[in-house]
């Protein structure tokens, strides 16, 4: 049986904290070489727009699927749960258009992204597939109740106002468990599933 995740006094879903840098795990959707290369030019296009925008690095771009929290450190345990998770799942390919352009997360420092506003029946049985199966390897709510697709671009001042936006198609070709090290340039691949052709 894989690990159970256990709460922490800070709400965490990795249980106490341990000395280290903070590690934050997750499931996401990466965008092939090709597509990023034209998300990357996408974002040149905006950049008139958002002349204070902080733009993300075309390497990390990328759609989360589910947040699995954070720890002060390192939890193996918890990635071992997270593959197990992932056992024998043959999800089919999804196509995703992200068609708006949002401001998202924290209102002092909000995202810049790319959104599915109103993401298609299959892309939420996709995710609502993975969210059973993290729960049944031990994760808890909150995983989230609702899923808005979105890519992040960029961070920008308070109150900015999106623009309208020519909808982008993206194939995702694999799940992967990404995890982000404070401080740290770039997400570590810790476990990659091809979608089914």
Not at 18 to 32: D, E, I, T
Not at 95 to 102: A, S, V
Not at 153 to 160: I, W
């Amino acid at each position: 049986m894989p690990a159970t995740p256990a709460s922490s006094q800070q709400g965490d879903l990795f249980g106490g904290p341990k000395p280290g840098r903070l590690h934050r795990l997750f499931f996401a959707l990466v965008p092939s070489p090709g597509e990023c290369e034209a998300l990357r030019h996408r974002a040149e296009d905006l950049k008139a727009d958002y002349p204070q925008a902080r733009w993300v690095r075309p390497e990390r771009y990328h759609l989360t699927l589910h947040f699995l929290g954070e720890s002060e450190g390192p939890r193996e345990d918890l990635v071992a749960s997270a593959r197990d998770a992932m056992r024998d799942w043959q999800p089919e390919p999804l196509g995703i258009t992200l068609d708006h352009l949002l401001c998202l997360g924290n209102p002092k420092n909000p995202a810049l992204t790319l959104a599915a506003l109103h993401p298609s029946p299959a892309v939420v049985a996709f995710w609502r597939g993975l969210q059973q199966r993290l729960l049944r390897a031990g994760f808890r709510q909150p995983l989230g109740r609702s899923f808005v697709p979105h890519l992040t671009l960029a961070y920008v001042p308070p109150r900015t106002a999106p623009v309208d936006v020519t909808p982008v198609v993206l194939h995702p070709q694999a799940v992967h468990l990404l995890q982000g090290i404070e401080g740290e340039p770039d997400y570590q691949c810790l476990g990659e599933w091809s979608l089914a052709d």
